[in-house]
């Protein structure tokens, strides 16, 4: 399992995009336009979970990945929950004090403390021996899994959505957005969301500055590639490759099933 780069400031993006209202030809009508399907749309985001857990976790299965945590020794601590939330990253000290805010004294509240302790380190320190056990007793609590769910809304999956239209491209460009930015985050280095943007950028214009979406996709998967590179944990770039990039070629934008892809040499098919 690849888990997502340090990410040293992880909010909200601040590009948004509004629904528009046409006027329609009959005096005194109006009627709202129907907005392009995007990667929010139910069926489209389950295809993403789906896709991500092929790559974070060799299954399509992601709602069994509440329970999951180990350390995979990448010098993240621990990885865990349904997006690869690290203890040496501050996403799952994020996750973890969300959760009891909604559930006081629940099973993880007493390592909040070691949880900050080791933000930002590979360490176990207070986190050890029982952290593991604990996570998947809270993993049975679906106030747990909410929680799991709305901080990847939160901190991945909106910030690369609501982008991803500003942007002008489609469900596939919102998901090649998406799964950078749980790999990568949206800090400030060099392999960030933000700078494989820009290097993009500075490639292709995305279809809102009248480029071309298949041009614009292209460069934004090289730039993804190269900065997957730049790091040993993360130098397997099938998850483009032989994923992303095969939609891509298929010009299948709007990640119409069936899906077939390989990630890591395995085979996956959504049909």
């Known amino acids: 399992m690849h ?7 992880r909010r909200t993006l601040l590009a948004l995009i509004g629904a528009s209202l046409v006027a329609a030809p009959v005096i005194a009508t109006q009627t709202a336009t129907a907005a392009p399907v995007g990667l929010d749309d139910p069926a489209k985001k389950e295809i993403a979970m789906k896709l991500v857990s092929s790559a974070e976790n060799s299954s399509l299965d992601w709602k ?12 993240r601590g621990y990885t865990a929950g349904i997006i690869g939330f690290c203890s040496g990253t501050g ?6 004090e969300l959760y009891a805010r909604r559930k006081p ?11 900050r302790d080791v933000d930002g380190t590979d360490s176990h320190d207070g986190l050890d021996p029982n952290f593991p056990a604990d996570w998947r007793r809270a993993a049975q609590d679906t106030v747990f899994q909410q929680a799991q769910n709305d901080e990847r809304d939160r901190v991945y999956f909106n910030p690369a959505v609501r982008q991803g239209k500003s942007d002008g491209i489609g469900v596939l460009g919102q998901f090649a957005y998406y799964d950078a930015i749980v790999m990568h985050g949206d800090g400030g280095d060099s392999t960030s969301f933000g700078s494989i943007r820009r290097r993009a950028l500075a ?5 809102a500055q009248g480029g071309d979406e298949v041009t614009y996709l292209n460069a934004f998967l090289d730039a993804r590639v190269w900065a997957m590179k730049q790091e040993e944990a993360h130098s397997d770039t099938s998850r483009v490759d032989t994923a992303q990039r095969v939609f891509l070629q298929k010009r299948n ?11 890591y040499g395995d085979s996956f098919h959504i049909g």
């Not at 888990?3 to 400031?9: A, G, K, L, M």
């Open 64 to 75: 069994a990945q509440y329970k999951y945590i180990e350390d995979i020794g990448d010098g």
């Open 203 to 207: 490639k292709a214009k995305p279809p």
């Open 91 to 96: 996403d799952m000290l994020d996750l973890v």
């Open 253 to 263: 934008l709007n990640l119409d099933t069936p899906l077939d892809w390989k990630v």
């Open 105 to 115: 004294g629940n099973v993880l509240a007493k390592y909040l403390p070691a949880l």
């Open 3 to 9: 888990t997502p780069h340090i990410r040293t400031s």
